[in-house]
T-cell receptor, first 116, second 112 residues
């Protein structure tokens, strides 16, 4: 499996500010994804991070609020912009295609965000 | 992607087999069955996946019925560390646009 790290692991932010979350994988992967897990809820897919092009967003998520970058095959960032308390969640990145395992997706440890 | 139905919670005695059911009656022929688990405050952990045949790995066994409308994840000797939320997900292959869409899962409590 892939080793995935996320930075920061947790943060407390003021409303109206933005936070950029980094996801780093120890090997090249085909696909990278970003999820949100609100308190007490299941995971919701935000977007697919595409290398060298704009991310593909799921219904209900927009680029202005959650800009995503993926400059290469091992790294991606998610920015949570103009934060409000409703953005308090765990944000997780996941990857697929690590080690040649095309149909298996692995998750990072998550970034715990609290917005005051 | 087809919808899945799982019981919201289950208990299991430590050392016994944990059998977690999943109903996916609308599954299509090219959709795989995946199982993940999420231990409190951690990222989801991949367990196993299969298409038609039963699968086994070091963590668990996946039993898929012949009509593929349901499946069971078996943890052969549950330990306290297996306490987690278990998610059953069906999806088409990634190269066909498949995504992992998480439902509410089954909260498994392994008790001493």
């Amino acid at each position: 499996s892939a080793v995935i790290s996320q930075k920061p692991s947790r943060d407390i932010c003021q409303r109206g500010t933005s936070l950029t979350i980094q996801c780093q994988v120890d090997s090249q992967v085909t696909m990278m994804f970003w999820y949100r897990q609100q308190p007490g809820q299941s995971l919701t897919l935000i977007a697919t991070a595409n290398q060298g092009s704009e991310a593909t967003y799921e219904s209900g998520f927009v680029i202005d609020k959650f800009p995503i970058s993926r400059p290469n095959l091992t790294f991606s960032t998610l920015t949570v912009s103009n934060m409000s308390p409703e953005d308090s969640s765990i944000y997780l990145c996941s990857v697929e295609g690590a080690g040649g395992r095309r149909e298996t997706q692995y998750f990072g440890p998550g970034t715990r965000l609290l917005v005051l | 992607d087809a919808k899945t139905t799982q019981p919201p919670s289950m208990d299991c005695a430590e050392g016994r087999a944990a059998n977690l059911p999943c109903n996916h009656s609308t599954i299509s022929g090219n959709e795989y069955v995946y199982w993940y688990r999420q231990i409190h405050s951690q990222g989801p952990q991949y367990i196993i996946h299969g298409l038609k045949n039963n699968e086994t790995n070091e963590m668990a066994s996946l039993i898929i019925t012949e009509d593929r409308k349901s499946s069971t994840l078996i943890l052969p000797h549950a330990t306290l560390r297996d306490t987690a939320v278990y998610y059953c997900i069906v999806r088409v292959p990634l190269n066909q646009g498949g995504k992992l869409i998480f439902g509410q899962g089954t909260e498994l409590s392994v008790k001493p």
